[in-house]
């Protein structure tokens, strides 16, 4: 059985995670979400993403801090970005 690679987009911009969405979803599983801190409690679940793309400007928790998080963290730590 094929794994259909699960991507996770990251962008204070709901019209940007629209097109992203729209652009991959025949292809990968995609999942989003629009701040910092729902990012970091998406990596974090279950199933890992194998790749996140990641807004570097948003509010709070911006796309720096949430790679620093996740680079720290054992599990997600080799998850591309």
Do not use: Q, W
């Not at 998406?42 to 790749?51: G, M, R």
Request: charged share 30%; with cysteine.
């Amino acid at each position: 059985m094929n794994k259909t690679a699960k991507i996770l987009v990251v962008d204070d911009v709901a019209e940007n995670i629209t097109m992203i969405i729209e652009s991959l979803k025949s292809h990968y599983e995609v999942i989003a979400a629009t701040n910092g801190s729902k990012a970091l409690e998406l990596a974090n679940k279950e199933v890992l993403p194998d790749l996140i793309l990641l807004d570097i400007m948003m509010p709070y928790l911006d796309g720096f801090d949430v790679c620093k998080h996740l680079k720290e963290n054992e599990r997600t730590k080799e998850i591309y970005l």
